[in-house]
C-alpha cells in the first residue's frame, strides 16, 4: 500500500479508515477504530509516505461490511480500508 501511494501523487490525499465491529460501547469503538487507523497512518510513514498525504480518522461500528452479529461478521466488520480522497488532473507526459 505505501509503495502504491507512494508511486501514485495523482491520488491526492488518501483517508485511512478504522473500523470496529459491534460488540462494545459506541465511544470505546470510535476510539478503538481511530487508534487502529492511526497505528496504520504510522507505518505508511515509516515506509515513506509523506503524512500530509493520509488523513485518519475512526469511524467505529458505523459502516458495518456485514450487518450480522455473528463472528463471521465481526471478523469482516474490523479493518482499516483505503479511501482516495481528491485526484489530482492528469497532465500531459505524466
Known amino acids: 500500500v505505501a509503495a502504491t501511494i507512494v508511486s501514485h501523487p495523482e491520488f491526492g490525499r488518501v483517508e485511512?479508515?478504522?473500523?470496529?465491529?459491534?460488540?462494545?460501547?459506541?465511544?470505546?469503538?470510535?476510539?478503538?477504530?481511530a487508534r487502529r487507523a492511526a497505528s496504520v497512518r504510522d507505518y505508511l510513514v515509516k515506509e515513506g509516505v509523506n503524512t500530509?498525504?493520509?488523513?485518519?480518522?475512526?469511524y467505529g461500528e458505523e459502516q458495518p461490511l456485514i450487518p450480522r452479529s455473528d463472528a463471521e461478521a465481526?471478523?469482516?466488520?474490523?479493518?482499516?480500508?483505503?479511501?482516495?480522497?481528491?485526484?489530482a488532473p492528469y497532465e500531459e507526459g505524466q
Open 16 to 33: 485511512v479508515a478504522g473500523h470496529a465491529d459491534e460488540r462494545g460501547p459506541d465511544q470505546y469503538n470510535k476510539d478503538l477504530s
Open 52 to 58: 500530509r498525504d493520509l488523513v485518519v480518522r475512526g
Open 74 to 87: 465481526w471478523s469482516e466488520n474490523r479493518r482499516v480500508q483505503f479511501n482516495i480522497l481528491g485526484v
